[in-house]
């Protein structure tokens, strides 16, 4: 399967940006999707996860309350919402599929990854 995310871009402190994660190939509701991101210089972070059916959602600690996942399995297609963003957020945006289990917070436990987004947070 071929993942693009897309949907970044610059935006100042407070704003709200919404990514977009389009999936070709294999059937997309086969797969749980993550978000993941890396900000200049460190490790890639969990964002948040969403199971097959969208029925079920986890967030890392530090986007809980202002961000949200969901999906649209018609149009292959799974959503990140951002909003309240602050330039601490400022990072290049990856979704990634799992056909295992869903809810996995390590990037290595997806089965593929695309290439990211990169989202800029003024102050």
């Known amino acids: 399967v071929q993942l693009q995310a897309s949907g970044g871009g610059l935006v100042q402190a407070g704003g709200s940006l919404r990514l977009s994660c389009a999936a070709s190939?294999?059937?997309?509701?086969?797969?749980?999707v993550g978000w993941f991101r890396q900000a200049p210089g460190k490790e890639h972070e969990y964002v948040g996860a969403?199971?097959?059916?969208?029925?079920?959602?986890s967030y890392a600690d530090s986007v809980k309350g202002r961000f949200t996942v969901s999906r649209d399995n018609a149009k292959n297609t799974v959503y990140l919402q951002m909003n309240s963003l602050k330039p601490e957020d400022t990072a290049v945006y990856y979704c990634?599929?799992?056909?295992?289990?869903?809810?996995?917070?390590?990037?290595?436990?997806?089965?593929?990854w695309g290439q990211g987004t990169l989202v800029t947070v003024s102050s």
């Open positions: 190939g294999r059937t997309f509701i086969s797969y749980a």
């Open positions: 969403i199971s097959r059916s969208g029925g079920s959602t």
């Open positions: 990634a599929v799992n056909s295992g289990s869903y809810g996995s917070t390590d990037l290595g436990g997806y089965d593929y």
